[in-house]
């Protein structure tokens, strides 16, 4: 339990609504429902926007009254002010290296529930995603020091050469290549 206090701000006895939440920490909250409360953007009749927080259709699972802490924001890679619910984000890097990291995996349960859910209905599999991240950085290092003592004139460029079009030849860089033939 106390592992759970120390990532989120819990609610009990009063119920927390979506609507009623503050902006500032609508994002990444779960109402006494369990319905995902997320961020929207409203444009007003004189043109500004405004920031509304809304209950989502998104249920978590085993989660209700749960306000995300800053902690968990900043460990997981995560605005706080981030409009939406999107999977998009998973594509980048840096995010899905925190997202994926043992800080983020290991403290903050209503964040990994949140995109296990969402990649799980895009056909990812976070934890397998993440697994693979963690293979590929360790292989990446791994052929860096081995590479690195290798002289640079060593590589072999056409491993890195995609597939010409139909028809077309393969020509080994260095090599001479005939004119074309007149017409």
């Not at 920490?25 to 809304?54: H, P």
């Not at 802490?69 to 980048?92: F, H, K, P, Q, W």
């Not at 292989?139 to 002289?151: D, F, G, V």
Request: charged share 20%; net charge negative; glycine share 6%.
């Amino acid at each position: 339990m106390m592992e759970v206090m120390m990532c989120c701000m819990f609610f009990s006895g009063a119920f927390l609504t979506c609507e009623e939440l503050p902006v500032e920490v609508c994002a990444f909250s779960v109402s006494s429902t369990g319905n995902r409360c997320v961020l929207e953007k409203a444009l007003m009749l004189d043109g500004t926007l405004q920031f509304q927080c809304q209950s989502s259709v998104v249920v978590a699972e085993k989660l209700a009254e749960w306000i995300e802490t800053e902690e968990c924001i900043n460990a997981c890679g995560l605005e706080r002010m981030a409009v939406g619910m999107s999977t998009d984000s998973l594509l980048e890097p840096e995010f899905s290296g925190k997202l994926c990291s043992s800080e983020c995996r290991n403290n903050c349960p209503n964040i990994v529930d949140l995109y296990v859910n969402l990649a799980a209905g895009e056909g990812i599999s976070l934890p397998r995603m993440c697994e693979y991240q963690k293979t590929r950085s360790r292989k990446l290092i791994a052929e860096s020091l081995s590479s690195s003592s290798k002289p640079k004139s060593s590589m072999h460029y056409n491993s890195f050469v995609a597939p010409g079009p139909y028809g077309s030849h393969v020509v080994e860089l260095g090599a001479s290549v005939p004119a074309p033939a007149p017409i």
